[in-house]
Structures are given as structure tokens and as C-alpha cells.
């Protein structure tokens, strides 16, 4: 089944830790995306990518790192510069618009990043 | 500049009753697109309709309609003889025809008791 595959789950950093958090598509999509969830403020965008080897920051991209090597893979470090990273993160992937307008995203099952 | 508002944080009803999530939004883009997406508990977004900004053709999907209104700038969704399984966090999002951006609103928790 065609799909988008985060890991881990569940993910656990101590201070001054970088953590990278992963995340896999075989839907053949050429956009990724990263969002952060936090209780009652909806999904903020981290970064996104259109492109191998191109991606662009969205809003809340300080304290956060990417890259896009391959088409399937778009995996997010968290820094030590990022003060408080405790959230949901959320995986996404579409199509690019070939003529039919911007196609809806899809989603991994997320992971939920706490500070020890 | 973009904006979607869901001014509903929580709604509860109980099962068999209709009910309707708002979703306003903001654009200066004639060519945009609309989505509603459902998060279960799992957590993971689940996709449920797109709606491209020339059609404003209402829909209805089962138990699932969606009313769209560009003189309002609205796209609301209602659920009709709601069910326990209902329950998740509704989320609207608009995105602007040759962006890869989408702008997420802040979500709807719907609560369906039994």
C-alpha cells in the first residue's frame, strides 16, 4: 500500500540533543512537507520541499533543519536550538499540479516529541 | 495575505444529532482551493474533500455535506445523524493555485456522545 511512513512514534530529548525525525513516502509525490502540532493552535509549517535537493522554509523554521537527498525521504532535525520542541509532528506529501490544480496532502501517523 | 478561520474550538452533540463546522477564509487569489481534513485520535490527517474556488457546487458524500459560498467566503461542513465514530478534530485548509503552501486553521474539535 501506497503510503507516508514517520518514525519513531514517540521520541524523547534530552537538553542540547539534536534529534532527526523520519519520514518516508512511495506515493511518488514531489512535495514534502513538515508541520508542527500544538494543542488549539492548528498545523504550523516548518518547512516543505517541491523538489530533490530544494526546500524553503515555512513559518516556524529556527530551531529546525532539513534535507531532501531523495524523493522519498524528508527528514527533520530538531536542534538544540530549538527551545521548545515539544509537539506533534506531522509528515506530509502531494502531487505537483499537472494541469489539475493543487491536489489535497497526505499525512503520516506523526511523532509526538517530548523533552526528558 | 492568507487565513483560515474555524471559530468553533469545540462542539459537542449527541449521537443522531445534525451539526455544521464553520470554516471562514481569506485570500486575494480568484483561483484557490478548499480541503477539509478529519484527525482521529491516531492522529494521523485523513483527507475528505477539495474544492477548487470556481465551483461552488454544494456536495454530499453519505452522511458528509459541504456547503460552499464564495459571497461569504465560507466552506462549512455539516454532518448529518452524527455517530460516535465522528468524533475527531476537523481541520480546513486553503491553498492558492500555483503555491505549494496550505494554511491550516486552528481545528474543531467535534465530540459525539452517546
Known amino acids: 500500500d501506497g503510503g507516508i511512513t514517520q518514525s519513531p512514534k514517540y521520541l524523547f530529548r534530552k537538553e542540547g540533543q539534536n534529534v532527526t525525525l523520519s519520514c518516508e513516502q512511495n506515493?511518488?509525490?514531489?512535495?514534502m512537507y513538515w508541520y508542527r502540532q500544538d494543542p488549539g493552535q492548528g498545523l504550523r509549517l516548518i518547512y516543505y520541499?517541491?523538489?530533490?535537493?530544494?526546500?524553503q522554509k515555512g513559518d516556524i523554521a529556527e530551531g529546525y533543519s532539513v534535507s531532501r537527498e531523495k524523493k522519498e525521504s524528508f527528514p527533520l532535525t530538531v536542534t538544540s536550538a530549538q527551545k521548545n520542541p515539544t509537539a506533534f509532528y506531522l509528515c506530509?506529501?502531494?502531487?505537483?499540479?499537472?494541469?489539475?490544480?493543487?491536489?489535497?496532502?497526505?499525512f503520516g501517523d506523526g511523532t509526538r516529541l517530548s523533552i526528558l | 495575505a492568507q487565513k483560515v478561520t474555524q471559530a468553533q474550538t469545540e462542539i459537542s452533540v449527541v449521537e443522531k444529532e445534525d451539526v455544521t463546522l464553520d470554516c471562514v477564509y481569506e485570500?486575494?487569489?480568484?483561483?484557490?482551493?478548499l480541503f477539509w481534513y478529519k484527525q482521529p485520535p491516531s492522529g494521523e490527517l485523513v483527507f475528505l474533500i477539495r474544492?477548487?474556488?470556481?465551483?461552488?457546487q454544494n456536495e454530499i458524500s453519505g452522511r458528509y455535506s459541504w456547503n460552499f459560498q464564495k459571497s461569504t467566503s465560507s466552506f462549512n461542513f455539516t454532518i448529518t445523524a452524527s455517530q460516535v465514530v465522528d468524533s475527531a478534530v476537523y481541520f480546513c485548509?486553503?491553498?492558492?493555485?500555483?503555491?505549494?503552501?496550505?494554511?491550516f486553521g486552528t481545528g474543531t474539535r467535534l465530540k459525539v456522545l452517546a
Open positions: 506530509a506529501s502531494s502531487m505537483r499540479d499537472r494541469g489539475r490544480g493543487n491536489q489535497p496532502q497526505h
Open positions: 506515493l511518488n509525490h514531489d512535495a
Open positions: 520541499s517541491q523538489i530533490v535537493n530544494d526546500f
Open positions: 485570500t486575494r487569489d480568484t483561483t484557490y482551493y
Open positions: 474544492r477548487n474556488s470556481f465551483d461552488e
Open positions: 485548509a486553503l491553498s492558492e493555485s500555483g503555491t505549494y503552501k496550505y494554511i
